[in-house]
């Protein structure tokens, strides 16, 4: 058990929806990522945050939003899904930001579109 | 982002070592290796990382080459449950780690 939780586990929803899904840091931690793994495009890197402000970003989508909440826990918000968007989410959280942190990666979310 | 190159595939016996290599010849000066670990349907799993000296943990010890542009994870005593896909990555600005196909090792008992 890493310590980081997202929920739900799993999601099934239809083109055109919205989802978000949610992620809790391990205690202590004040960086989140957001990484999405499909069979196609293999685990990519979406954003990160730091203490509530956004530190990078990478290849997501403008459908796409993410959020870090003051008590530290983000979530990822999915609109006008496409079947594409099906994927694992994963989030991961690390204590502090810069690459000398190692990242503790959640069981992830299996978002199913349909 | 910086680019990695490791094998599709290794295999092991029981109890031997393994060394999984990576190449990763265009990682900026400042940026740490990663090497990350996955069994199907779950997380990611921390292995170890370092930046230029050689570094042991419980789990493995990797070895990164005085240039830094290659690097190779030991796992000292290889297990059936070390059996998983293993990740090489340097965390890139802000901790960005860059996936690429990884390497699937396969332990035989």
């Known amino acids: 058990d890493s310590g980081v939780t997202q929920t739900p586990k799993h999601l099934i929803t239809a083109t055109g929806q919205r989802v978000t899904l949610r992620c809790s840091p391990r205690?202590?931690?004040?960086?989140v990522y957001w990484y999405q793994q499909s069979l196609d495009q293999g685990l990519q890197f979406l954003i990160q945050y730091y203490n509530g402000e956004e530190r990078a970003k990478g290849n997501i989508l403008e459908r796409f939003s993410a959020q870090q909440f003051p008590d530290l826990h983000s979530e990822l918000n999915l609109s006008s899904l496409e079947l594409g968007d099906s994927a694992l989410y994963f989030c991961?959280?690390?204590?502090?930001?810069?690459?000398?942190?190692?990242?503790?990666f959640g069981p992830g979310t299996r978002l199913t579109v349909t | 982002d910086a680019k990695t190159t490791q094998p599709n595939s290794m295999e092991s016996n029981e109890e031997e070592p393994v060394h999984l290599p990576c190449n990763h010849s265009t990682i900026s000066g400042t940026d740490y290796i990663h090497w990350y670990r996955q069994l199907p349907s779950q997380g990611p799993e921390y292995v170890i990382h370092?930046?230029?000296s050689n570094v042991n943990n419980r789990m493995a010890s990797l070895a990164i080459a005085e240039d830094r542009k290659s690097s190779t994870l030991i796992l000292h005593r290889a297990t059936l449950r070390d059996a998983a896909v293993y990740y090489c990555t340097p965390g890139e600005y802000g901790n960005k780690l860059v996936f690429g196909a990884g390497t699937i090792l396969r332990v035989k008992s």
């Open positions: 991961a959280s690390s204590l502090g930001t810069g690459s000398s942190y190692e990242q503790y």
């Open positions: 370092g930046l230029t």
């Open positions: 205690s202590g931690d004040l960086s």
